[in-house]
């Protein structure tokens, strides 16, 4: 996929969200029993969710992960909050 292609996906997405056709009417009823403009609503997340997902596993700048430092549970954040949460302790008698 190129980037126009996305670019427009997401316009097109952006342009869909302003649904002003279900705006006065609950009928017709999708399943039975749910208004039309909630279904549409609930497939619209749907879409964008597929969309997001496509965005971050196409378009995601590569160059941010690289810069980012790795942090792990193991790692010094850790230590430091687990020392302050066991001084906190240490205060409040015990408990957390």
């Not at 879409?47 to 596993?57: E, G, K, P, S, Y």
Request: some cysteine; aromatic content about 12%.
């Amino acid at each position: 996929m190129n980037r126009l292609l996305l670019v427009i996906a997401v316009v097109v997405l952006y342009l869909l969200h302003q649904d002003f056709w279900f705006w006065r009417e609950a009928r017709p009823l999708v399943f039975g029993f749910l208004p039309v403009g909630l279904a549409y609503h609930a497939a619209y997340c749907l879409a964008v969710t597929l969309l997001m997902w496509t965005l971050t596993r196409i378009a995601w700048p590569s160059h941010l992960e690289r810069s980012a430092p790795e942090t792990t549970r193991d790692g010094p954040a850790f230590a430091r909050a687990s020392a302050r949460s066991r001084r906190s302790a240490k205060r409040q008698g015990g408990r957390r």
